[in-house]
């Protein structure tokens, strides 16, 4: 039985030789479950604007086969596909090998009206005929019928594909074998590399692993890009994935390759031009993605030059010994770019589209990835030699120091009792140290007044005792109106000064006797041990008033004027607890003062 991959060359010979002259009527017999081998009729439209029905008229004299590979364009590329059925069976499918053609419409001239089926990119799998990320068709033929369809496609990609025809039966069968199964079985093997890299880098943590671990990821996304798999998801088709996917490809490689290369200590000169390779490569795929013009072009002929110096630093890697697995790099490197040549020669047209040159890359890039895998882990079981004979230095050095040290505790021994003396005389100080750390620990930094901790500390005695005593206790909290919007307008800076300010008329105010801490952001407490009503409310109102009648001066000229709300609450022996239950009631005075229209002074 002859081998699709040998159909394939027959394909490109006889298209060579006949192009042009071959008869584009396919037949199908009840020998044929799947015909592969035949020609169609080609037309170009660079202007993208013709119809069917102009289409139709159109002699088409280019012949090409039915696996072809025709270059990038920009405009439609119509294919017409004569079929004679000369078996038994009615119901067939029209199958393209390739899911990135953003449109792919089949026509067919029926009851005296042109009938289109729409497919490609544009259209979601759930709304097309047949479910699959690959544009398929369903054909309706009868025996001995000769039925013409014309198929309207564009991509921003390159022409390039296989159509082929099944009979129904066998497009359904179980178990048939396609590309998918290929690029899913590869996807499969970049998952193992993912995992088994990921667990390397879990427990080396180095980079290197992780931009492996990008690069092997980036691909991933490349191939199901390529296969379409991700349309099964309901993401959205889209046109640029493969390219804007193959540029991420290319800048993971370049930091990977910068990385194990150690490029920066061994070639410092190519290091810069590997970093700005990649920053050149990461901008085209932003391009790329926002369909700037020229944009892939530019990028092909990056990538090629780039290869070019890359194929040139793995050979001084590999002669200057930069890193020991260099060959092996090299070696990878060899096997994958001859097979990525050939992918964008048939990409570009400039090779006939056969099984061999369109997925070559596979293979090459398969073979790489497993090179690139072996590398890593060499590296790794490298590092872990290094470190256990790291450990087995130390362990040798640990030995010779401890004899030495053995001889030195005598020494060290003498001098113990005079550094005693000195630690005594050090407590001493610290001691003294830590009296002034108690007292800066209670002290808010901002406004140099006590902060919330400290006052909750010196609070609730004064409170119990002010009770058991049944002395006067009064409490003031403080709020600056509008506070935000001071921060807001002229900056934290001034909402900090206006803080300092309010704290300095506190303190000039009080008699000495009142306990007065910052409790909050902008809000301050007082609390006046054996005080009464009339003192509190004498005391909020010169603070009021002062802070009223004293803006703040700013470096601009600018002044900012300020206004507090002061809430007052008294103790009451038989009600309150503690000093919560003040500090609750002098809130609800607090925000009575504010509902009221601010600067106020209200007493509960």
């Not at 042009?20 to 020998?31: F, K, P, Q, R, Y």
């Not at 039915?66 to 000369?86: D, E, M, P, R, V």
């Not at 022409?159 to 396609?178: C, D, L, M, S, V």
């Amino acid at each position: 039985m002859i081998s699709r991959f040998s159909l394939s060359i027959f394909i490109a010979i006889y298209s060579f030789l006949c192009f042009g002259v071959s008869n584009a009527t396919t037949l199908i017999t009840d020998n044929d479950k799947k015909v592969e081998v035949f020609f169609l009729g080609y037309f170009y439209d660079g202007s993208g604007k013709k119809t069917v029905e102009e289409v139709s008229k159109i002699g088409f004299s280019n012949k090409i086969p039915s696996q072809f590979a025709l270059g990038y364009h920009s405009g439609n590329a119509w294919f017409k596909l004569t079929i004679h059925n000369k078996s038994h069976l009615q119901n067939f499918i029209l199958n393209l090998t390739e899911p990135f053609w953003t449109q792919v419409d089949l026509y067919e001239f029926s009851q005296n009206q042109w009938k289109v089926v729409v497919n490609g990119l544009n259209v979601p799998i759930e709304q097309r005929q047949i479910y699959q990320s690959y544009p398929a068709f369903p054909l309706y033929i009868n025996q001995n019928e000769v039925k013409t369809f014309y198929i309207k496609a564009n991509t921003v990609s390159s022409f390039i594909g296989a159509f082929q025809i099944f009979t129904e039966k066998e497009f359904y069968r179980h178990g048939r074998f396609n590309i998918a199964q290929i690029y899913n079985a590869y996807s499969g093997i970049l998952l193992f590399v993912l995992l088994l890299t990921g667990f390397l880098y879990f427990v080396i943590r180095e980079r290197v692993y992780l931009y492996y671990i990008a690069y092997v990821f980036s691909f991933f996304i490349w191939i199901n890009v390529q296969n379409g798999n991700y349309l099964y998801l309901g993401i959205p088709g889209w046109i640029h994935g493969l390219h804007a996917f193959g540029s991420l490809v290319i800048f993971f490689m370049v930091l990977f390759t910068a990385e194990i290369l150690e490029l920066k200590n061994k070639s410092p000169k190519i290091s810069k031009f590997f970093n700005w390779s990649a920053a050149i490569i990461l901008l085209c795929f932003v391009f790329i993605s926002l369909d700037f013009a020229y944009i892939n072009l530019f990028f092909n002929i990056y990538s090629s030059v780039f290869f070019l110096v890359l194929l040139y630093t793995s050979i001084q890697a590999w002669t200057n010994k930069y890193f020991t697995q260099a060959r092996y790099y090299l070696i990878a490197l060899v096997i994958y770019m001859p097979t990525m040549a050939l992918m964008t020669m048939t990409y570009n047209g400039l090779i006939a589209n056969v099984d061999f040159s369109r997925y070559a890359f596979a293979f090459g890039s398969l073979i790489e990835i497993i090179f690139f895998s072996f590398i890593l882990v060499s590296h790794y079981y490298d590092s872990r030699q290094a470190k256990i004979q790291a450990q087995e230095d130390l362990f040798s050095e640990r030995k010779s120091l401890a004899e030495k040290l053995k001889q030195e505790v005598s020494e060290r021994t003498a001098e113990l009792s005079k550094i005693n003396l000195q630690l005594r005389q050090q407590q001493e100080k610290l001691e003294k140290s830590k009296q002034q750390l108690m007292y800066e620990a209670s002290i808010d930094s901002l406004s140099e007044l006590y902060n919330r901790r400290y006052f909750y500390k010196i609070a609730g005695p004064i409170f119990q005792e002010s009770k058991n005593q049944n002395k006067f206790l009064s409490l003031l909290m403080i709020d600056i109106d509008r506070f935000k919007g001071i921060n807001d307008n002229f900056g934290h800076d001034v909402g900090d000064m206006a803080i300092r300010s309010c704290s300095e008329v506190f303190k000039k105010l009080s008699s000495g006797d009142e306990i007065i801490a910052r409790y909050g952001g902008e809000e301050f407490v007082i609390l006046m041990p054996d005080s009464p009503t009339d003192s509190a409310l004498k005391l909020a109102e010169n603070i009021r008033k002062s802070i009223e009648s004293s803006p703040l001066l700013l470096e601009q000229g600018k002044m900012v004027s300020l206004t507090l709300s002061i809430g007052i609450a008294n103790m009451v022996v038989e009600q309150d607890k503690g000093i919560e239950d003040l500090l609750k009631r002098a809130d609800k005075a607090l925000y009575i003062a504010k509902n009221n229209g601010r600067n106020k002074v209200e007493l509960v």
